[in-house]
Structures are given as C-alpha cells and as structure tokens.
C-alpha cells in the first residue's frame, strides 16, 4: 500500500531499466483484471505498474462521489510519485481517465492507449445500468468483496456512486480533445459501449492519433483479443513517430517510405 492524496492505496510501482506501463482499469474492476490479461505480455517489453483506484479492488472507498476527474487527479498523484514519465493504457473508464490526464499533464505521459473509452457520457450505447437485487450485482458483490478492505455489505454504495458518474461524465468536448498533446492510440471492439461514431469522433479529433477496431470484439475486447491487443499496443508504444504511410491523406507527409 502507498498514500496517494493521503489515502492508503494499493500499488504495483514498476521497476526501473526499461519503459514504464502504467495500466488503467475500468469501472467496477481493479488491475487484477487488465493484470492478467495484458500484463504478462507487456511485461515481456516494458514494465509494467498498476494502482486500484479508491473504492475499487484493494484500495478502501471513502464518503466523496466518484468522478473522472478525481479519478485523473489520482493517476496524476501516482505518476508524480514515480518520478518519472511513462506511458498509460486505460481500459474503458481507465481510458476515460487517461484523456484527461493526457489533456491536463502532457509532461507527465509519453504515450497513451485508450481502450472502450468514452470522451461523453452521452456516447455511449443504449444498455441497462446494472441494479442491485439482482443476479448481475450478486454476482459482482462477491468478486468485490473478495478483496475489499470494505466488505460486501459496502458493494451497494460503489454500485449507486458508479451509476451516477456514467449518467453524468465525462464530458470533455472535442475541442478539448484537440488540445491532448500525447501521442494516442484508440482501440475499441466492434461491438462495444460507446458507439463507433463516438470512437472514431475521439480519434478524429486528437491529433496524429491513430485507430483500431477489432473485429469481432465486445467490450470485454482485452480478454478476447488478449494477444492481438499485446501486438497493437506494443507496437503502437515503440513505433517511430510521426507514422509514415504511403498515401496519407489525414496526416501530413514526413518523408518517403521505409524501401523506397
């Protein structure tokens, strides 16, 4: 554990020698999930860090709401700690958070992955938010309950304080967007939360990011697609940039292709 903001939080510090991946988990998770999917792969080529966000995982809740940006000022306050710069892979509201952490403190990040991420709440698809009383959330209840510090009988509460933040955040705007420095990578499933105008939206408007749909993917694209996500990001974190394509048509020329 390591005080972060001033509250105890679980961390995985990543070793110093090679880059750092700091992996962003989503809603309702923790980083055991993107851990043990990605994780071992990356780890082949970087290393790799983690931190379960308050109220998530083993970090213990506290009274205040959930927001993206109390979320952003979390990852910041890890980062800093590490006292270096690093790239961030974030997955679902862990991309949501890397957006703005990548637009608030470019210094900070070298290149960013932002997996089934929303820019605005209201670009996500039609789906029932799940409720308590069911199978759904009894179900969940007893995974979160495995390693919160808090308990079962707190599952309720995350569950009512996640509803509200995916009803009313994020909302950045595209021209906030505009303004995000950090090289980007958009990665989705085909068929995931956000719509694919919504996904291709964030990607248009970043500058000099770049885009991937899976096929034939959910949501849940990082364990469906656990090898074919590794092969993306790392690719993505260690290409030369700008990209050099043969007919660019939204990027600006930079030089002949690589063999001609």
């Known amino acids: 554990m390591r005080k972060i903001l001033g509250h ?14 700091i992996l962003l988990h989503g809603g309702m998770s923790s980083s055991t999930s993107m851990l043990r999917t990605i994780g071992p ?22 009274s205040e709401p959930f927001t993206y940006e109390a979320m952003a000022d979390e990852t910041i306050a890890f980062v800093e700690s590490l006292d ?3 790239h961030l892979v974030g997955h679902s509201d ?32 039609d789906f029932p938010l799940m409720q308590p ?27 009512a304080k996640t509803n509200e933040m995916f009803t ?9 967007l505009a303004n995000i420095e950090v090289p ?4 989705a499933g085909d068929d995931d939360v956000a719509t694919l105008e919504h996904t291709t939206t964030m990607y248009e408007s970043i500058p000099q990011a770049q885009l991937a749909i899976i096929p034939g993917s959910s949501h849940a694209v990082l364990k469906e697609r656990t090898r074919e ?16 394509t043969y007919s660019p048509l939204r990027r600006a020329p930079v030089g002949e292709f690589p063999g001609d």
């Not at 780890?43 to 213990?60: E, K, L, M, N, Y």
């Not at 608030?104 to 709440?121: E, F, Q």
């Not at 996500?229 to 050099?244: A, G, K, S």
Request: with cysteine.
């Open 41 to 62: 792969g990356l780890s082949a080529h970087f290393r790799v860090g983690a931190f379960d966000r308050r109220g998530h995982g083993r970090t213990p809740d506290t």
């Open 168 to 176: 009313t955040g994020p909302t950045m705007t595209v021209g906030e």
């Open 8 to 21: 105890p939080t679980w961390v995985q510090v990543p070793k110093r020698g090679r880059a750092a991946v």
């Open 84 to 86: 270096r710069r690093v």
């Open 94 to 125: 862990g991309g949501n958070i890397a957006l703005l952490v990548g637009l608030r403190r470019p210094d900070l990040i070298k290149r960013m992955v932002v997996v089934g991420a929303n820019y605005h709440y209201n670009g996500l698809v």
């Open 133 to 159: 009383g069911t199978t759904d959330f009894d179900t969940w209840a007893l995974k979160y309950a495995l390693h919160s510090p808090d308990g079962i009988v707190h599952a309720g509460e995350v569950l």
């Open 184 to 187: 980007t990578l958009v990665m």
């Open 229 to 244: 996500c590794v092969r993306m990001v790392r690719r993505f974190l260690t290409q030369d940039l700008p990209v050099v």
